[in-house]
């Protein structure tokens, strides 16, 4: 019988993988750990610890036989540099914590790297999967070191960990955190609540991007493909779509003509930004596990549109 343990099951990926999970594994079987605000709503089981304490962890994964962790804990790109120390010991040392758990107890992990890995000296067009991976954040560095140490612990200790490198995802259920990418979650709470929004980014800067329930999909599919299919131990690239603030506003127009938006680019987040690649050559991810991503940008906003206005009440 599995039994899965997701951390940060509150954020924006864990409030999608938790029903997928659920709905596949059956809902006694998934044990749900974040620190957010529990939606009222929520239905399932849920447990306490901190990714960063391993004894607490080793209680949560012996108490209820874990097999396989998600391991989604942490703090995004923007937050990160807010406070590198903590950005470290939560986003490395989380991930070390688990590590060193799977290696006693002998479960599986899926733990997120994002295009974040990726630096200035990068390929920026069609990122290959074996590439320059010289980051200028703390965020990006956690998520080479990471990768690296997923791929070490395969290697040394057969932990089967798995990853991808996650683009900018946008989806509606969880509020937007402090990331980059984060705009065109943001944008969407603009558009419904003001009509309007002021953009971070430069109306140019063009991303890697994904709708989460192609994300959720993916992130399955890689768990769950035989150990002999999965030729990359450090982390996946994964692509799906790829565009620019302006681009995505051409999109919401078509539905809301009157909808506005201006920019007033952050240097921070403007420079992590370039500092990413625009688009990534998932070649390896499609032929090793069928990876195959299906929302494009108008299927995207129109799904964003109707998910948000049902959340919100609108
Ligand atoms: C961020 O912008 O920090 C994240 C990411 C791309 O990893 N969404």
């Known amino acids: 019988m599995r039994k899965i343990l997701v951390t940060g099951a509150f954020g924006l990926v864990g409030s999608d993988l938790v029903p997928a999970l659920q709905e ?18 929520f239905d399932g089981n849920l447990v306490k610890g901190d990714v960063t304490d391993i004894s607490s962890m080793e209680t ?46 002998k479960f599986k992990v899926f733990w997120p790297s994002s295009i974040a890995a990726f630096g200035p000296t990068t ?25 690296l140490m997923c791929q070490y612990y395969w290697k040394r200790y057969g932990v089967d960990a798995r990853s991808l490198r996650y683009p900018g995802l946008t989806g509606y259920k969880a509020p937007p955190g402090d990331g980059t990418t984060e705009y065109s ?7 419904l609540n003001e009509g309007k929004y002021s953009c971070f980014l430069k109306k140019d800067a063009r991303l890697p991007m ?13 768990m769950e493909a035989p150990p002999e299919n999965i030729s990359v131990r450090t982390s996946y690239n994964f692509g799906a779509i790829n565009f620019t603030p302006e681009e995505l506003v051409a999109e919401i127009k078509k539905l809301y003509p009157n909808f506005t938006c201006t920019y007033d680019p952050d240097p921070v987040k403007q420079a992590i930004a370039e500092s990413w690649p625009q688009s990534i050559d998932d070649s390896a991810a499609k032929s090793d596990w069928g ?19 049902e959340k919100l009440g609108k």
């Open 210 to 222: 994904m709708y989460i329930d192609d994300a959720i999909k993916g992130t399955i599919d890689l």
């Open 24 to 41: 596949k594994f059956g809902k006694e079987n998934v044990f749900a750990l974040g620190n957010k605000t529990i939606p009222a709503d």
């Open 123 to 147: 390929p920026k067009v069609d990122t290959p999967q074996h590439t320059s991976l010289e980051p200028t954040t703390i965020y990006g560095v956690a998520k080479v070191a990471g990768e």
């Open 185 to 191: 979650v943001h944008i969407f709470y603009g558009l």
């Open 60 to 105: 949560i994964i012996k108490d209820n036989g874990i097999t396989d962790v998600y391991h989604l804990a942490g703090i995004l790109s923007v937050g990160s540099e807010k406070d590198p120390d903590l950005a470290w010991k939560v986003n490395f040392g989380g991930l070390k914590n688990i590590l060193d758990l799977a290696k006693t107890y």
């Open 291 to 309: 990876w195959k991503p299906e929302i494009d940008l108008t299927k995207m906003t129109e799904v964003m549109i109707e998910g948000l206005k």
